[in-house]
Structure formats: C-alpha cells, structure tokens
C-alpha cells in the first residue's frame, strides 16, 4: 500500500501536532497488552509487535508496534517504537506514550482533515486519500559500549493529495541510567555548541555548493534534530531547510570533543580492560589511542614493516594498513580517507586517532565519565 508512494516524500506537513516533546510520567497511553486493539477517533486497529531486540550486551529492547487503518478518505501505517529494558522505568513508560500520542494526534488531525476536504470537493475535483506514514531508527542503543546513549529518530510523512507529500524527522536522545534525561547538543558539545556545529555545517555546505540553497543557512536552532552514533553528533536539517527536494534531509557529521579527563580513563575492548591502554589529546584536539593493545584485543593480527613505517592489520578476510606520518586510511574497496590526524610513534608505541576503530575497523566506540569503551561490530 505504501511501497512506492513513501520513496520520494515532500513538502505539506503541518508542525503543529509535532510540537516539544514533554515528559509526563502520568502519561496515559502505557502498553500493557502488547497484542491488544486501540480504540481511536479513526476506528480499532491492532497493533502486532515485532520483536527487534539489539545485539549489544546491555541494550535496551525496542519492539515495533505497528499499527494500521483505512477508509474511503484516509489510511495510515505506524510504526512505533516501543522501549523496554530501560533503567528508569517511569522514564520509559512516559518516553513509549508520548511517542504514540504524538503519532495518533497526527494521524487524528490529519484523518478529520480528510473528511472535511472530501466533503467539500462534494465530486468537483478528484479527491485523493490522504495518509499518515510512521517509522523509526534507532542509532545507539542505550548500552554500555554506547556510553549509555539511546539515540533514535522517528520519520512522520504525511500525504495531502498533491504531487509529493512532507517528512518530519524527529529524534531523541536520552541518557539510559537510573534517572534518565534527555541529551541535548550542548550537553555534548559545551557551551560554544552552536559556534562548533555552523563552522562544521558551514564548512560541509562550502564543500558541495551545488547540493544547498545558497546563503540559506545561517545558524543551527537552539531545538535541532540531532542523533548520536559512535561519538558523533549527526545534525539532521528537515527538508527544504537548507536544500532542495531532491537532497532529501542532509546530515552532517560533527565529532564529539573527548572529554577533559581523557588521558585518566581507562579502555574497555570488548569487555576487558586493556590495562596498557591510554589515551591521549593531540595539540589538534583529537583523542589518539595505542594501535597494537587495542587492535589485538579486537582479534587482529599485526606485522610491522620498518622500512616503510607501516602496520598491516589482518582478521580473516579483513585487512588495512596505515603508514606513520600519513594522514591516509582506507576501508575495503573505499578510497582512502582523512581523520584528520597521522598515525604517530609515542612511548615506543604507534597512536591512530580514537576514531581509526569505529570509522576503519568498525567497531563501536563511546565514552562515559568512567571509560572508553571499544566493541566489535557484532555481525
């Protein structure tokens, strides 16, 4: 039913019922029959969980509650995250019900919407059904290896009868511990936040001009849709906000400073602690960790050349190799790319940038107060 229609989302969604997310811990819409039907303003509809439970140790479960309705006007599918396994319950219980409040008043609202405009068109003009499209994503799991950090957005599209209909991207971000709160971007990136993030998305519009509305942005908004995915903050920008339709919703990367206390933490690689492990802030600002401790821990075998200053790095089918001095990283069949800082030799030992683990041997990468945490991809 939605297959085709939902690849190439635009333009006609209302903010109004995607208002400021408030936590109420009195929230009325907790579910406690999984397999239960809802009664609605638009009818009875069944929701069907679908078990989506993430592989890391330590993760919150996420089900897919999906529910789905249609008349002669109007039809929706949502799919609604449902969160369990949190460590503040009541957190959870109000975080699930706003979620699904928020779907439903739109789906509300937009179903008597419907009702209203076909009414009037009264056989004068073709009158197409509207519809209401619910999904979500989730980027962090709430884990340990992901520093504790539950990210995810949800993606609202509406359809109003024109050529194209509108996506929202929302998202959340929430510390999962015993009294959860909600992450916000200066909570990661200080309070020069905003100066940090224009000068990355700025210098990300200068890099693709023809990509972006010209001398469009200027400043991020102090409510900006943003994930988090191994220590980077992903600035989300709506469509049309910046660029063009067929730009979709642009992203932007910005790397999360590594906290002051850096050098003290120790590293936790797949649930060890790899005691000679530490870390360090290059003069550049960025965390640079020791290659061999680390990258055996992860199951990898290591060979020196010394006469070209280069490590190769094997684990079954993989392989990479870094040179010291360069600037240059490559992953499978990529070309190679920047870190932004050279492998270095300190203490007798070879550093890459923090960042060598999560962008080149894809592991998941995360800090908190008390460690680094380093996991392999679990496949």
Request: no cysteine.
């Amino acid at each position: 039913m939605f297959s085709n229609r939902f690849k190439h989302p635009l333009k006609q969604l209302t903010l109004g019922a995607l208002g400021t997310l408030v936590i109420a811990v009195s929230a009325p819409l907790a579910y406690a029959d999984e397999a239960a039907p809802i009664a609605t303003t638009t009818g009875t509809v069944t929701a069907v969980p679908i078990s989506a439970q993430l592989p890391l140790s330590g993760a919150v479960t996420i089900q897919d509650k999906k529910l789905v309705t249609k008349d002669e006007v109007f039809d929706y599918e949502l799919h609604l995250p449902v969160i369990s396994g949190m460590k503040d319950a009541k957190y959870q219980q109000a975080l699930n019900a706003n979620i699904a409040a928020r779907a439903m008043a739109v789906a509300e609202d937009l179903h008597k919407q419907a009702k209203a405009d076909a009414a009037e068109a009264d056989g004068s003009y073709e009158f197409r059904p509207y519809s209401v499209y619910v999904s979500f994503e989730v980027m962090s799991d709430g884990s340990d290896a992901a520093g504790n950090m539950l990210s995810f957005k949800v993606l609202t599209y509406t359809y109003t009868g024109g050529a194209h209909g509108a996506t929202i991207a929302q998202t959340y971000n929430v510390r999962n511990a015993a009294t959860a709160s909600q992450v916000k971007l200066k909570d990661l990136f200080g309070s020069s936040y905003k100066t940090l993030i224009n000068k990355a998305v700025s210098a990300e519009i200068a890099a693709h001009s023809d990509l972006y509305f010209p001398d469009t942005f200027k400043s991020i908004s102090d409510s900006q849709a943003f994930y988090v995915k191994d220590n980077k903050g992903y600035i989300i920008f709506q469509q049309y906000e910046i660029a063009p339709y067929a730009a979709g919703m642009p992203e932007v990367a910005v790397n999360i400073p590594a906290p002051s206390n850096l050098a003290s933490l120790p590293v936790v690689v797949n649930g060890t602690k790899v005691a000679p492990a530490k870390l360090y802030v290059s003069k550049e600002g960025i965390a640079m960790a020791p290659l061999r401790s680390i990258a055996m821990q992860l199951g990898y075998t290591l060979g020196w050349n010394a006469k070209t200053q280069s490590v190769e790095l094997t684990k079954g089918a993989q392989f990479t190799s870094l040179q010291v001095g360069k600037d240059r990283y490559t992953y499978a069949k990529m070309a190679p790319f920047k870190l932004g800082a050279a492998p270095v030799v300190k203490d007798k030992a070879i550093y890459v940038p923090l960042t060598f683990f999560s962008q080149v041997l894809k592991a998941q990468v995360a800090y908190s107060k008390d460690s680094v945490t380093i996991t392999a991809a679990v496949k």
